[in-house]
């Protein structure tokens, strides 16, 4: 019995070229997000959605240390 070995999950954001979807961009900086991140962060990139998050919890805890 051969043993197989264990295949390796490897997730690779792989963008197909075929698919012509709306494009969206960040309302903050302007630089061009999927639809994925549009619907998740709010209509903003990453970046710019962490740095609202990061904004907002730090007006909520004040200054923690
Ligand atoms: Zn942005």
Known sequence: M????????KKKAKKSDETEE????????????????FESFDGMCWECWDDQMTEESEDMLGDVM
């Open 2 to 9: 051969p043993s197989e070995s264990l295949k390796k999950q």
């Open 22 to 37: 709306a494009k969206y961009y960040c309302s903050v900086c302007g630089c061009e997000i999927d639809e994925d991140e």
